[in-house]
């Protein structure tokens, strides 16, 4: 595993800070301990009625926290690898 990215809503109810501190944790021993961890931050946006113009109580982003993308090494970067050893 090379890199893993997060998307992070500000209404997600998720505490970024708690999440980085127990990230090495959790990932200890396992096939993402080694991956770089990248946290994307996504606004809140609301749902506005174009014809009087006033903001509606529907939220349209900002509540997910949701895996963004997962990069991998593939079978020959690991061939690779294992060659220059």
Same mark, same amino acid.
């Given at each position: 595993?090379?890199?893993?990215?997060?998307?992070?809503?500000?209404?997600?109810? #998720?505490?970024?800070?708690?999440?980085?501190?127990?990230?090495?944790?959790?990932?200890? *021993?396992t096939i993402i301990? @080694?991956? +770089?961890?990248?946290?994307?931050?996504?606004? #809140?946006?609301i749902f506005c009625?174009?014809?009087?113009?006033?903001?509606?109580?529907? *939220?349209?982003?900002?509540? @997910?926290? +949701?895996?963004?993308?997962?990069?991998?090494?593939?079978?020959?970067?690991?061939?690779?690898?294992?060659?220059?050893?």
């Amino acid at each position: 595993m090379i890199s893993i990215t997060l998307l992070a809503g500000e209404l997600s109810g #998720v505490s970024i800070e708690a999440f980085r501190f127990s990230y090495p944790s959790a990932a200890a *021993v396992t096939i993402i301990e @080694d991956a +770089t961890f990248i946290i994307q931050n996504e606004p #809140v946006t609301i749902f506005c009625c174009p014809i009087c113009g006033q903001r509606s109580g529907v *939220v349209r982003s900002g509540q @997910d926290f +949701t895996i963004q993308s997962v990069e991998i090494e593939t079978n020959k970067e690991l061939k690779d690898e294992h060659k220059d050893r």
